[in-house]
């Protein structure tokens, strides 16, 4: 059992060893803001949708194609000219060779298209989407960062909280099986205590285990080497276990500081302009071109190459949709009913994230008040641990009394431990639907 005390000992040494190097929660998360692998998504979405900006503004750029055919008339065509227009037969006349070329470069230029210069418009929403995805994921690593080291820290107060409780029932088995050794008291005492003492020892088992699953959690959040050791700020940590007081007026709130809101916000313009571009796709469209090219013929493959004849124009195409207004319609009453989905569902969004903050709000009052509480009842508890200690030691009661008040301290802790991370939850949560992440962590 000492030996298992001096182990555990040499575990928790590092945490004091390293603490002027190591990771405080607002390093954390400055380091997984940095490495976390969905940053690269993100980064990737925001080129992407730079990408798409360029490819609807190259619409209305000039394109140029090239074309090129070569024909081998393996049995020509010949035309009929009636008769009775160069004589009284009927005379059959081919127009072509047995070769010929062809060979054209045109330019188009796009003059006017409503439905493109509406497209156009799409480019600045699609790239504030872009950044706001990119807000969100940050906030997202935040607040899972924010969690796992909130957990790392309740698991080591709660090792903390176990090893007192497992020296002070070491001390009492040393008393109580020197008691059975002089036949003062009986056996059963003795390993009443061990028995407390080995669900201590359980206990602490159960802590490692977790804390070591947090850990895991935060090196993932922060995108650290899982196999390498991520030391924890414990002078940061000290600062955790007498929160202070948190501000819940709930005038503070709005929707629009929710990245979430402004996405929606951002998706309900882009279905206006979607549905304004199909609505200008009745609109005629104007395309101006310029043609250029040769064309060659002949009865071997030489002249066909050889002997072109040029021939360029210039033009203007006027396009007019006359018989697509059903289909049309039909697109445009979608995306109509879309648009105004969308925009209810902004209401809709507005209502439940202020939901979301009230609820949050009440959590954190509610958990503030139960850490307060529970942190006062471990005092309380460990009051009457002292005068029951003294007590026993004077003869003047047993040890069931002094179990049960080593009992109740760590109820008490274990209370205590559920409030504190209730309240970093709420803590995060109230954060999070009050849309300053971003605040809570420029203010660490």
């Known amino acids: 059992m000492n030996k298992f005390i001096f182990q555990l000992a040499i575990w928790l040494a590092p945490t004091t060893i390293y603490a002027q190097q190591n990771y405080s929660l607002k390093d954390c998360i400055d380091y997984g803001l940095k490495n976390n692998h969905s940053n690269v998504v993100y980064e990737n979405e925001k080129k992407a949708a730079d990408a798409k900006a360029k490819e609807a503004l190259a619409d209305y750029l000039p394109k140029i194609s090239v074309t090129g055919t070569f024909d081998?008339?393996?049995?020509?065509?010949?035309?009929?000219?009636?008769?009775g227009v160069f004589g009284p037969e009927p005379l059959h006349i081919a127009f072509t060779q047995k070769f010929n070329t062809n060979g054209t470069a045109q330019l188009d230029q796009t003059i006017y298209d409503q439905s493109l210069l509406n497209g156009l418009k799409a480019n600045k929403y699609n790239k504030q989407q872009a950044d706001l995805n990119i807000k969100q994921n940050q906030e997202t690593i935040i607040y899972n960062i924010s969690n796992a080291f909130y957990q790392i820290y309740v698991y080591r107060e709660q090792l903390r909280l176990l090893t007192d409780n497992l020296e002070s029932y070491h001390k009492q088995m040393d008393i109580s099986k020197l008691q059975v050794d002089k036949g003062v008291t009986l056996r059963k005492d003795l390993d009443k205590v061990t028995v407390d003492y080995?669900?201590?020892v359980s206990q602490i088992r159960v802590s490692e285990s977790n804390l070591t699953l947090s850990e895991n959690q935060l090196k993932y959040e922060m995108g650290y080497p899982i196999n390498t050791i991520l030391p924890i700020d414990s002078a940061a940590q000290q600062g955790l276990a007498l929160p202070a007081?948190?501000?819940?007026?709930?005038?503070s709130f709005s929707a629009f500081n929710r990245t979430d809101y402004q996405l929606s916000e951002v998706n309900?313009?882009?279905?206006?302009?979607d549905q304004s571009r199909i609505k200008a796709g009745a609109l005629p469209k104007l395309t101006g071109y310029v043609r250029y090219g040769a064309v060659g013929f002949g009865q071997?493959?030489?002249?066909?190459?050889?002997?072109l004849s040029p021939f360029s124009a210039v033009g203007l195409k006027l396009t007019i949709p006359l018989f697509d207004f059903f289909k049309r319609n039909a697109q445009y009453n979608q995306a109509r009913y879309k648009s105004l989905n969308a925009v209810e569902n902004l209401k809709l969004d507005a209502g439940k994230y202020q939901l979301e903050y009230e609820n949050a709000r009440t959590k954190l009052i509610k958990a503030?008040?139960?850490l307060d509480n529970d942190k006062r009842n471990i005092d309380l508890a460990e009051s009457v641990f002292r005068t029951t200690d003294l007590q026993y030691k004077k003869g003047v009661t047993d040890l069931v009394d002094w179990l049960t008040a080593r009992n109740s301290i760590k109820?008490?802790?274990?209370?205590y431990l559920n409030s504190l991370y209730s309240f970093y939850q709420a803590k995060l949560d109230l954060e999070k639907a009050g849309g300053s992440l971003k605040t809570f962590y420029?203010?660490?």
């Open 198 to 200: 080995n669900n201590a």
């Open 442 to 444: 420029s203010s660490l």
């Open 268 to 273: 309900s313009k882009l279905l206006e302009i």
């Open 72 to 83: 081998d008339n393996l049995k020509v065509q010949q035309s009929v000219i009636p008769a």
């Open 411 to 415: 109820d008490a802790q274990n209370n």
């Open 245 to 251: 007081a948190i501000n819940t007026n709930s005038n």
């Open 368 to 370: 503030q008040a139960n």
């Open 300 to 307: 071997t493959i030489n002249p066909a190459f050889t002997d």
